[in-house]
């Protein structure tokens, strides 16, 4: 029969408390360069997005007993907050912006509600894609950001964006450029560029990466920042499941579809349709492979 040594298994003895506030002590000194009080801003703009979105859609709220003022003012006071602490020098003005924007914002989604519901044999009805796709609810969260992108709150727009992605496994920096009736099938694992421009009536499957090629460097080898690396989407454009399209100077015309697992850093003109491996692009009748 075994025995059990009751010292070893308590382990080793604990860190007592005058080394814990030694080690508290050293942490505080390794600051972020910015200096700026974070706490809590993640939190609250979280909730901000849930709430806006809520708003927007009352009867698919997650709670039925707050309505949409509510909502909408309790939303404000957390952006606040946030632009705030991430030092917007007038508040006011963006929150005044976001708030007269969701109108519009609103039915801009009615819109990728419309092209979910056609753009899917498997969509039963429209309450079912506002609460059972992942995709809607992260195009919403990218339009609340994208007009915060714009209005060059900093920071704020990236928490909202990286918290739709960890929700719903979809990537849409907010500096994007997305027109109406947008969809994207399933979802899981696309990832869409800062600088990326999408037209209307695109519809993208899984896995489909809309990125950078390569990064032009300074002289002083850090990466430039504030060009234009993405591509850019013509309108009625169809991408299907793990394709790639890189660059910046990359331009996919109207009506063009790019097939599964394609690889495409060059531009295609309107009307193409591009295959992979062998990758073929068809256009007027001509065939040609693509290396």
């Known amino acids: 029969m075994s025995t059990?040594?009751?010292?070893?298994?308590?382990?080793?003895?604990?860190?007592?408390?005058?080394?814990?506030?030694?080690?508290?002590?050293?942490?505080?000194?390794?600051?972020?360069?910015?200096?700026?009080?974070?706490?809590?801003?993640r939190a609250r703009a979280e909730r901000m997005t849930d709430l806006l979105i809520d708003a927007m859609f009352p009867c698919h709220a997650d709670v039925a007993d707050v309505d949409a003022a509510e909502r909408l003012e309790l939303a404000a006071a957390l952006l606040d907050v946030?632009?705030?602490?991430?030092?917007?020098?007038?508040?006011?003005?963006?929150?005044?912006?976001?708030?007269?924007?969701?109108?519009?914002?609103?039915?801009?989604?009615?819109?990728?509600?419309?092209a979910a519901y056609r753009g899917d044999p498997a969509a039963a009805s429209l309450d079912e894609i506002l609460l059972c796709y992942p995709a809607f609810r992260a195009i919403a969260t990218y339009r609340l950001a994208h007009i915060l992108y714009q209005k060059r709150?900093?920071?704020?727009?990236?928490?909202?964006s990286e918290y739709a992605h960890r929700r719903t496994g979809i990537d849409i920096h907010p500096g994007a450029t997305i027109g109406d009736y947008f969809f994207i099938d399933h979802g899981t694992g696309v990832v869409i560029g800062e600088t990326s421009t999408i037209g209307r009536d695109v519809k993208l499957y899984q896995h489909v990466?809309?990125?950078?090629?390569?990064?032009?460097?300074?002289?002083?080898?850090?990466?430039?920042?504030?060009?234009?690396?993405?591509?850019?989407i013509g309108d009625r454009v169809v991408i299907y499941a793990?394709?790639?399209?890189?660059?910046?100077?990359?331009?996919?015309?109207?009506?063009?579809?790019?097939?599964?697992?394609?690889?495409?850093?060059?531009?295609?003109?309107?009307?193409?349709?591009?295959?992979?491996?062998?990758?073929?692009?068809?256009?007027?009748g001509q065939t040609e492979g693509e290396k």
């Open 209 to 232: 990466t809309i990125g950078a090629k390569s990064f032009e460097v300074g002289p002083d080898g850090a990466l430039v920042k504030g060009v234009k690396r993405h591509p850019d």
């Open 242 to 284: 793990g394709a790639t399209i890189l660059g910046g100077d990359t331009q996919i015309g109207d009506d063009c579809t790019i097939g599964g697992s394609v690889w495409l850093t060059h531009s295609v003109p309107a009307g193409t349709l591009v295959l992979s491996r062998p990758a073929i692009t068809t256009e007027s």
């Open 153 to 160: 709150v900093p920071l704020l727009p990236r928490i909202m």
């Open 82 to 114: 946030c632009l705030r602490q991430v030092e917007i020098p007038d508040p006011d003005a963006v929150t005044d912006a976001l708030f007269r924007a969701l109108p519009d914002l609103r039915r801009q989604l009615g819109t990728d509600l419309e």
């Open 4 to 41: 059990t040594n009751h010292e070893e298994a308590r382990g080793p003895e604990k860190p007592g408390s005058a080394l814990i506030r030694k080690i508290a002590e050293d942490l505080e000194e390794i600051r972020v360069p910015t200096g700026r009080d974070c706490v809590g801003l």
